[in-house]
């Protein structure tokens, strides 16, 4: 059985940083590209930030450019969002997403996401 667990959420101050993770079990996480996704209440869910299965390529959504980093253990089988200087438009649900990937190009295809964790709340006050 395929579970992501994200965990890392909290209450923050703007200007603030998190770092999100996300475990996964039942996969083989070196062969998954692992996406991070958000979603606040009364908007539609959006792509944040995803990492390669190798871990050598990254695509950052523009509202986390320079702000956010995505990385990954694979022998943690853990991928990992860290935010700094967050800013209250930042406050949402948080989620990891894994697609089966052998390539550095699937995580620029943002809707092929199969496994999806439960989310983990982020809260930036001003």
């Known amino acids: 059985q395929v579970q992501l667990v994200e965990s890392g959420g909290g209450l923050v101050q703007a200007g603030g940083s998190l770092r999100l993770s996300c475990t996964a079990s039942?996969?083989?996480?070196?062969?998954?590209?692992l996406g991070w996704f958000r979603q606040a209440p009364g908007k539609e869910r959006e792509f944040v930030g995803a990492i390669s299965w190798s871990g050598r390529e990254t695509n950052i959504a523009d509202s986390g450019k320079v702000r956010f980093t995505v990385t990954r253990d694979n022998a943690a089988n853990t991928v990992y969002l860290r935010m700094n200087n967050l800013k209250p438009e930042d406050t949402a649900v948080y989620s990891c997403?894994?697609?089966?990937?052998?390539?550095?190009?699937?995580?620029?295809?943002?809707?092929?996401?199969?496994?999806w964790g439960q989310g983990t709340q982020v809260t930036v006050s001003s």
């Open positions: 039942g996969l083989t996480f070196s062969t998954y590209a």
């Open positions: 997403a894994a697609r089966s990937s052998d390539n550095d190009y699937d995580i620029f295809r943002l809707f092929d996401y199969k496994y």
